[in-house]
């Protein structure tokens, strides 16, 4: 049974930095691009960044470009998002989800629970 | 960017309906669209890729078509689990960007 859980999302002031996680676990974590996925409060969903099987390709939404990194470590069957210089329109519940193939622009067939980010002072 | 627009933003239906939602891509994108379910507090769930391919296990009432710029997603009668909000996605290229969702509500 494939599991994504996301952890390391909270309550986190204008202009700090947060890293998200994503533990995964009933695949083959390093045949399959990763992505993540936000959706603000009461809003849609909004692709935030993704990244290929080897870490050899990355894409990140205008948004984040330039204060959001995504890495993975294949050992680990782990994603990770480095949030920095965040703001509050990044609140949001942010979702880890798997592509259904190793490059980035694919569709996501599994989906975590989400871990919640709040920035605010 | 690719941007997605889907109509309409909301619709009520009664069990048994047909319903028909649209999604319109700001250039061609080829078949690489996408459609997911999301029901309140639940993480999205994939229905069809590639336009019109079926998702493992979801349910033959669910029929997506077009190409170009055009699609669309059908329901050919609606169960009482099928109330949700739905967004389709573009696969075409980075950003693959999500329409605003169509919130599918009982009449």
């Known amino acids: 049974e494939v599991q994504l859980v996301e952890s390391g999302g909270g309550l986190v002031q204008p202009g700090r930095s947060l890293r998200l996680s994503c533990a995964a676990s009933?695949?083959?974590?390093?045949?399959?691009?990763m992505h993540w996925v936000r959706q603000a409060p009461g809003k849609g969903l909004e692709w935030v960044s993704g990244i290929s099987w080897n870490s050899g390709s990355t894409g990140y939404a205008d948004s984040v470009k330039g204060r959001f990194t995504i890495s993975r470590d294949n050992a680990k069957n782990s994603l990770y998002l480095q949030m920095n210089s965040l703001r509050a329109e990044d609140t949001a519940l942010y979702y880890c989800?798997?592509?259904?193939?190793?490059?980035?622009?694919?569709?996501?067939?599994?989906w975590g629970q989400g871990t919640l980010v709040t920035v605010s002072s | 960017d690719i941007q997605m627009t889907q109509s309409p933003s909301s619709l009520s239906a009664s069990v048994g309906d047909r319903v028909t939602i649209t999604c319109r891509a700001s250039?061609?994108?080829?078949?690489?669209l996408n459609w997911y379910q999301q029901k309140p507090g639940k993480a999205p769930k994939l229905l069809i890729y590639?336009?019109?391919s079926l998702q493992s296990g979801v349910p033959s009432r669910f029929s997506g078509s077009g190409s170009g710029t055009d699609f669309t997603l059908t329901i050919s009668s609606l169960q009482p689990e099928d109330f949700a909000t739905y967004y389709c996605q573009q696969s075409y290229s980075t950003p693959p960007s999500f329409g605003q969702g169509t919130k599918l509500e009982i009449k």
């Open positions: 250039q061609s994108i080829s078949s690489y």
């Open positions: 590639a336009a019109s």
């Open positions: 009933g695949f083959t974590f390093d045949d399959y691009a």
């Open positions: 989800a798997k592509g259904t193939e190793d490059i980035v622009v694919v569709p996501t067939d599994y």
